[in-house]
């Protein structure tokens, strides 16, 4: 499967810009997808992540800003962003895990990336 990223860009604190991340292949509900972001200097680290079942998770940083949601049928998995403030400058990844895994919190038990979608918040 391939994921394209888009939607990222300057945008001021406290902004709501949405993030999505279209997929190509027949079975993109069967995917668990994620979104993962990356800072200069910083490690990949975990965002938000949606099960193929819909039940969700995100990450204690985002909580109650972002929201993660699919559509199927547009094989398009959104991400939400609201109140942005300018620590959540990164480049934003989607993701997609075929097998089921414990956690989606882990970069390593996703199979496919997208190209990342730059986020930059000015303050």
């Known amino acids: 499967v391939q994921l394209q990223a888009s939607g990222g860009g300057l945008v001021q604190a406290g902004g709501s810009p949405r993030l999505s991340c279209a997929a190509s292949?027949?079975?993109?509900?069967?995917?668990?997808m994620g979104w993962f972001r990356q800072a200069p200097g910083k490690e990949r680290e975990f965002v938000a992540a949606?099960?193929?079942?819909?039940?969700?998770g995100d990450a204690d940083s985002v909580k109650g800003r972002f929201a993660i949601s699919r559509d199927n049928a547009k094989k398009t998995v959104y991400l939400q962003m609201n109140s942005l403030k300018p620590e959540d400058t990164a480049v934003y990844y989607c993701?997609?895990?075929?097998?089921?895994?414990?956690?989606?919190?882990?970069?390593?038990?996703?199979?496919?990336w997208g190209q990342g979608t730059l986020v930059t918040v000015s303050s």
């Open positions: 993701a997609a895990a075929a097998r089921s895994i414990l956690s989606l919190r882990v970069p390593s038990g996703y199979d496919y």
């Open positions: 949606i099960r193929r079942s819909g039940s969700t």
């Open positions: 292949g027949r079975t993109f509900s069967s995917y668990d």
